[in-house]
């Protein structure tokens, strides 16, 4: 199934205008203080957030799985359902493809498929943390920090592939995620794990063409339970510098202990131009995986404040590329895309109120009480005619998850894909 | 494959005598303090733990699961390796089955085997967090808090099951798990989840023999990842009041928020004669089930501490039933419980080892420096040759990790069972 | 000082009225949804929660304290800075004092103040974690479960004398928190500690007149760190029911371990009828004590959203005392306390908002995905314009900082009170 | 007071000779393996562990202080007790000033005092988390992150003076701790902060002998309750390797969020050369400053393994400078180093009991059940003999609380100093 631009803007014309209205009072309160609205639609109008092909269907727990009707089985039915939410939305625009899940028979069609949905491919992802069927070497003890050569060779080797394939699709980047570690005390030695590590990216950073980045990710834990070799994000900035300058560390937000400031790292690494790339999600516990938004929409938004402040402040660092990576395990997973998206513009909405200038002024008089006062003054604003007026000028729904229930989305999808049928993913 | 007891004595014979002079060692040192070396070795002669039937194949993370050779594919292979843990530690004497999992055929061939292992039906515990296949209600959001009537009626009506099949086994109680709750705020109204499950717990409860305990568990978070129902001891503690005086907390080492003080919650139920049951594993972040001892060696033992002072001090609590409930993503399954059990039965032998008497008089005096000496002098003590002498005497092996090396089990089960089978359970 | 009528109104003349036109569109978006604004403006210009009369100065760490001017020296200026707050905010109607530190030499005079300011006295608090002066026993190592009977007699005395305080200025209830607990394993015998806690609860319960009602104050760790007795809403509310009907559970924000769902312990305490009060801060590492809704406001927000439920739903349970607990550090305390109702209010209002019809239909149809557009589309409302309605009309501040800046309020307590003053409190 | 060599070799007369029957034990147990118990109980009798001056006297929290009899009133006594448990302990050869607290006053009749007690001057302390009297410039913002650069140019000239005191006492190193950071998002640019933090650090390195070393701490919360902005070690790494060759990281156990494995920073701190230092503490939930061992002795012990193989095999990492860093709310301070002492040498001379080989073996092999035998094997034994010979030959006592207790220590320094005096420090 397909949206057309047609049965979009018909929809749009069903719904209530009354956000119109309450732009313009925003724009009224905003432009005593020198904010341009219309240049804040403009910008949540072009931000693009990746959607990872392994996110279509139903996630589950290590205590199983709950599967939902409709999942996409193919390659090619994945790209349908990241364009089914891109038509709706107009912010998922990217698609993230993992290894050896995604790989495409056909690269010609798999582009055209993407084209015709308006979308590029982002991030290209391994997987060294499973052992596929026919696999000649396991990871059970892990990949690139493996103790035994042929395990990490192996593992380079799949990175290789993976870049192959991602070249062939005109992706620019390839994320690494490690699960590599240990799950008691003494099963690993730390420095040899680490040099080990360090030897492999290499290898597979020089591998790479001359205009792709490499993103590091790290994670203090899970599926690992005592340590994870990459457990955080130092860990991950120095095996980045040890590689090169085009190796960037990767910030997923649940991957921090509790209580962790996620944002002073975000502008820390963004002060050193090492922020390469982006997960969204939420959690209350650990890598819950949950909806972007739906537990600490406020810490979000912080989050935005820094990116933005980097964005417009920090020159030596590339543009971040964004990808949400949560799993869905009780809703329907094309919902739960879209409620994410609007989380995320929401805080980048939020994130690019603020009153940048006064801030600077507050801060430097310690004024600490003014200081949040001006945070949240953005934040308590409510942004959402500001994104529904981005959607509309860029042809997507004004009510993505409205338009969605309307046009009975999963309905078709079930008739067409039938009830059973699992996508391949966690 | 099964040990002989001629086998285990044989290899006893080739082990290090050292031990024994060990013992007369500490019989010498702690003769003095007016403890009794050997009737603690008398005590942990006694203690049984369960193994719980599904821990005996490979665990597994949402992101995938590693194989291990010879797993049990049946219940009565099942049995015939916990007999193998009993032969060898001589403390595995009892069994914890899961249903629909564990659903014997033969219930008087299934009691014969386990008889001739030595080994007794401890508690039974149900499922309700998986939809197995033609169930015919989902537990998707929720068993017994759901909102739906008949969901609830037929997670009710299969713990009525299990409890059949329990009696029918000999077993005398019934352990609650539930992974009831909610992984977004809203998605729940509390006050209904919590009444729907005191009410469900309650139908359970009454459907119980007469001579039975109910165990519920408690966990704060996974497989929900905002809310779950039991979420505390509080409130287990409180539906145990609810459904009567032979309905229990069940405590799970695993199952606490970071940081938390698990022994002064023993303290409290026990306190108040309502400690049930007690699941060992380890974990350093969440609900990690890693072997017991492996992580938190002395906390372990704190809890040993207020467990035998309960044991001994706190008529109104019955004797708790012991479980491991550990997850084996790495290690030979069989192997991690031995480990498990010596850590059990170490941390047991030093809560033993405490000077009661000179810890009463130093926490009357306030002298917080000497509370801890006395805990520290017996935590200290190297225990090992008391778990040897015990095993000895009871026909164990004195070192039985080297035993079950030493007789090659995991070959010779896997030349019986094969390479991919794979036991039933998480 | 003191801020009259006629200057707030003044003061109002001169500020934006563009909050009655928001106010306009909320009444007719939320009138189609049942919703009632006008009713909202009323419940939030009812609320009123008390002000502690310790967090009138200026707190601090255990690594010092940095002092602010113009701080209250005696109980009289600790009334007029809570009546300043009142007169703008007109939501700090009550006061919470603090034994020993606010003793008033002459009831009759402190009454009057109070009474001018339009205040009166909430829950009472003793202080039993601290040694004062010639004091005649020691707390050091525990007050209520000391294991010397004279300390515990001893602390139960101050707080009939907290008590027979409150009576003479009309107080009705008394707040008890308790250090008490354990730096130490092995320091405290757990369930001596216990049994002693609840025998020294239930003599104060028994000093209480008819009328009053006990609130009994639960905290994990600080400032003892290995174990505190009433560690968390379990066991106060276990202690609550020993004591008898009007004992009861208070909530203070901070006093939880990381992660931990609050909104749901206070579904359960509503349910079962014994959640007495509410201590309202903000924290993100312990008990940080930051301005209310600083730091998760969302969490706030969804707590908040069972206190309505349970204020609407659960005539089991007394109307909850309110109180901000929170230390100023670093922040001029009065502003930091407009700051803290200003979040209080907004995270009520926002409360007011959920569409509790639709979110039952939702819960019922298990639509995850409605429930939670259901609350967000109730938080990410601006409900500041409600906020001002509703002081306008009670006669306070439409914007209370802006207000005290206006009015210079603390140059003015300087100039009266001196720099170098320090308010009595931690 | 001063304990001759001659009193305390009486003392180990009286004492228990059993040590050297368990020390032959343990030589014929270990020898099999190629372990040395001799070369062992030199490296532990080598071993030194600094006093800070700042913990000789009772500390207290944000509630409250109970103080203690006897506190060292001046740098003076202070030597004074820390030559009193050098002289028990022989491990406490090293003290730590802290300035402004200890600035001395005749730096000659300080040295000389210290040369009495074989004490030598270990890393200098700075102080720029707390106004002093008559201080010209506030930290209450910050110091050397300051957006004021006058208190920035304060607190650095503040850390000159402490090298240059340092200098005279023949100190080779200086300890920054910063409290820096914010309560409240908003209140601090994190570029800035970082970038002035840096800048100020490498004023402070500049003015730094050749030959002395930086050590950069870092701690993630408190006193500042939302951000510090030395967070973690990556941010101090990244610092040290601005600063220079000669500036470190400082690991202090308790600066850690919760769950952190500490264990591994340690790895790859000392794989990288830089750890330069060590402060020793415990804790359950944050900074607890707990004596050492008391919670978490499994966690020290894997600690010690790490910084035993570092020193063993990273000549690229300088010797690190040990320190005690606790806080003695409830245990005499005295006999709370005493104890942490302790805990420090057996968690020492247990990491030196590993057998490495067999673990590098077993690493290669992927055998985690026998990786975690070794590790526990070298853990479960009962090392306290080897510290008892260990002291012994170094003329220290054999049980250091015992003779602390028998040579009635505390109650002559009450006798000498009186009731009241307080330490100067938290």
């Not at 953005?378 to 229930?405: C, F, H, M």
Request: proline share 4%; charged share 25%.
């Amino acid at each position: 199934m397909k949206l057309s631009k047609n049965e979009i803007a018909d929809f749009n014309k069903s719904c209530n205008q009354d956000y119109k209205h309450e732009n313009d009072f925003l724009r009224s309160k905003f432009t005593k203080k020198g904010i341009d609205i219309d240049a804040i639609i403009k910008k949540v109008a072009d931000f693009q957030v990746a959607i990872p092909s392994w996110a279509l269907g139903a996630g589950g727990t290590r205590f199983g799985r709950f599967s939902y009707g409709g999942e996409p089985a193919t390659l090619e039915q994945k790209l349908n359902d990241v364009g089914l939410i891109h038509a709706l939305t107009k912010s998922a625009g990217t698609v993230s493809l993992h290894i050896p899940w995604d790989i495409p028979e056909d690269i010609n069609a798999i582009k055209e498929i993407a084209a015709n949905h308006g979308i590029v491919f982002d991030a290209m992802n391994s997987n060294t943390f499973q052992d596929q069927p026919n696999a000649e070497e396991t990871y059970k003890y892990g990949s690139l920090n493996s103790t035994d050569k042929r395990a990490r060779e192996y593992a380079v080797e799949h990175n290789k592939e993976v870049i192959r394939i991602g070249k062939a699709l005109g992706s620019k980047s390839l994320t690494v995620w490690l699960a590599d570690g240990a799950s008691f005390p003494g099963q690993l030695n730390f420095q040899t794990a680490l040099k080990n590590t360090e030897d492999s990216l290499q290898q597979i950073y020089a591998a790479m063409p001359e205009d792709w980045k490499l993103f590091i990710e790290y994670k203090p834990y899970e599926p690992n339970f005592y340590s994870t070799t990459i457990q955080d994000w130092g860990t991950s900035f120095m095996l980045a510098n040890a590689c090169g300058e085009r190796a960037y560390t990767l910030v997923d937000l649940g991957h921090h202990l509790p209580n962790t400031n996620i944002e002073q790292i975000v502008a820390t690494l963004m002060h050193k131009g090492k922020l390469g790339g982006f997960h969204f999600n939420d959690s209350k516990y650990g890598d819950d995986d949950l909806t972007v938004g739906s537990i600490k929409p406020y810490a979000l938004f912080l989050i935005f404040n820094e990116l933005v402040y980097g964005m417009e402040n920090n020159p030596q660092n590339p543009y971040p590329a964004w990808m949400i990576d949560a799993s869905h395990n009780i809703k329907d997973p094309l919902e739960d895309l879209i409620q994410s998206l609007e989380a995320i513009l929401m805080a980048y909405a939020k994130a690019l109120l603020v009153d940048q200038k006064a801030l600077k002024t507050a801060q430097l008089e310690n004024d600490v009480v003014k200081c949040q006062e001006i945070l949240q003054d953005a934040y308590n604003t409510d942004v959402r005619s500001i994104l529904k007026a981005a959607r509309e000028q860029a042809g997507g729904a004004v009510d993505p998850l409205k338009a969605y229930r309307a046009f009975q989305v999963r309905q078709q999808l079930i008739d067409e894909r039938g009830l059973e049928v699992q996508a391949t993913g966690l």
